[in-house]
């Protein structure tokens, strides 16, 4: 199994970034994916989830109505849109997959990609 994640980058504050993560080795349609982000120093934060079942999606407070995790099936492929990004969003974000009916913590796990936001 492979999650590779992409789409980081340098931005500046307000910006948007949109990541994606195509899966390989698994359906991500019998799936819940997720991403989670660790800033230097900092414990790993969960940043968004989408269901299996219906890619109903959770968030934390940090990121609501700012980011917007979907995904493509039939690409085998997760995103997450981030709009107005904020310095403190600067992280490695990775995706994670854990499969249905399975409890946390997520199994699998991508690379990482590096988001940098300048103030």
């Known amino acids: 199994v492979q999650l590779q994640a992409s789409g980081g980058g340098l931005v500046q504050a307000g910006a948007y970034l949109k990541l994606s993560c195509v899966a390989s080795g698994l359906l991500i349609s019998r799936y819940h994916m997720a991403w989670f982000r660790q800033a230097p120093g900092k414990e790993r934060e969960f940043v968004a989830s989408s269901h299996w079942s219906d890619g109903s999606t959770n968030y934390p407070d940090s990121v609501k109505g700012r980011f917007t995790i979907s995904r493509v099936n039939a690409k085998n492929t997760v995103y997450l849109q981030m709009n107005s990004l904020k310095p403190e969003d600067a992280a490695v974000y990775y995706c994670?997959?854990?499969?249905?009916?399975?409890?946390?913590?997520?199994?699998?796990w991508g690379q990482g990609t590096l988001v940098t936001v300048s103030s």
């Open positions: 994670a997959a854990r499969a249905k009916g399975s409890s946390p913590p997520y199994k699998y």
